[in-house]
């Protein structure tokens, strides 16, 4: 794996991950359109660079973390549904991370639903995630199980139950951002885990790899957060929704048309 394609992977991770696009579905796809062989190394990088983007989360909103315990058992809460679904159907998982299709699929059905969201879900009560219930945080955590499908999107499938929780765009966004820390921390250590059980090692030059993709993705994503709160306050998500309706269609253009695409 090559500086260059570190550089772009990062970029792709620390723009998308928090933007209800599907960092991961972007991953394959850019990944694939570079012809980066699926090495245990990149299979691990395309993991372990969330660590970056869990860090900017915590930057920015790090006041929010030290209110209350309260805080924390919510998010536990909602990581349950999807910690428990993830583990008993990895094998599933695994096998559509290696189906483009899948995810160009999922890219324009989540971008059909962006389209309406706003409308559906127009009168909210809620301005503030710790507000929220113990109910609610559970019922956003059902909701995030839709992303084990690659190209859903965990932020839009935690922002879309957000919203029909009653919370206002950006209430629903941030509570979003703030789920993202467990999740993402325990896929990076239980992917770690795995590499190193398959009897992977990480070497100098890999470890160099790690440190600058997710300095790239940490910045990348901080700038993507603070832009994404003002646009989707203001806009809400209808133009996400038709980015993700016209690459969800050329991938699928792509693929109709004979046109070969290397997974991960």
Known sequence: MSL????????????????????TGHMIIVSALMGIPPTPFVKLFTIAVQLGTILSVLALYYKRFFRSL?????LVVAAIPASIFGFLFSDHIDGMLESPLTVAIMLVIGGVVLLFIDSLFNKPTIDDSDDISYMQALKIGLFQCLALIPGTSRSASTIIGGMTQNLTRKAAAEFSFFLAVPMMFGATVLKLKSHFDNGNGLDSKEIN?????????????????KSFIGVVTKYGFKAFGWYRIIVGGIIIAMLLSGHSLQIL
């Open 209 to 225: 790899l790690l440190i600058i993709g997710n300095m790239i993705g940490f910045v990348v994503a901080i700038i993507a957060i």
């Open 70 to 74: 309260t805080f924390y058992y919510k």
């Open 4 to 23: 260059f394609e570190v550089i772009v992977l990062a970029i792709v991770e620390g723009l998308t991950e928090f933007l209800p696009v599907s960092s």
